[in-house]
């Protein structure tokens, strides 16, 4: 069983940053690879970024690529999403997740999800 508890959405204006976060526990958070996933109303779940738990693999969303960092703290177990020069079109719920195998950008491929975290951008 895996646990992951999300924070630190908001409201800010474009061009501003934001931070999110996803801390993961249980006994095999660590087989997981973790995912950013974004859904804004009547739209579909997103992929947004990933990482894993080993080694430096990131993989990015075009949408996000240049502006958004995905990276871990591996003392704190803890999976961060820093959001910088955001748009208007960045407002969505963003959600965390941990996936086993290769299909990431798919969000059934999903086994665990955090309870998601909104971010409102203003123009």
């Known amino acids: 069983q895996v646990q992951l508890v999300t924070s630190g959405g908001g409201l800010v204006q474009a061009g501003d940053s934001l931070r999110l976060s996803c801390a993961a526990s249980?006994?095999?958070?660590?087989?997981?690879?973790m995912g950013w996933f974004r859904q804004a109303p009547g739209k579909e779940r997103d992929f947004v970024a990933l990482?894993?738990?080993?080694?430096?693999?990131?993989d990015y969303a075009d949408s996000v690529k240049g502006r958004f960092t995905i990276s871990r703290d591996d003392d704190k177990d803890t999976v961060y999403l820093q959001m910088n020069s955001v748009k208007p079109e960045d407002t969505a719920v963003y959600y965390c997740g941990a996936v086993y195998g290769s299909n990431h950008r798919d969000p059934n491929a999903y086994a665990y999800w955090g309870q998601g975290t909104q971010v409102t951008v203003s123009s």
């Open positions: 990482i894993k738990w080993t080694g430096s693999y990131t």
């Open positions: 249980g006994p095999t958070f660590g087989s997981y690879a």
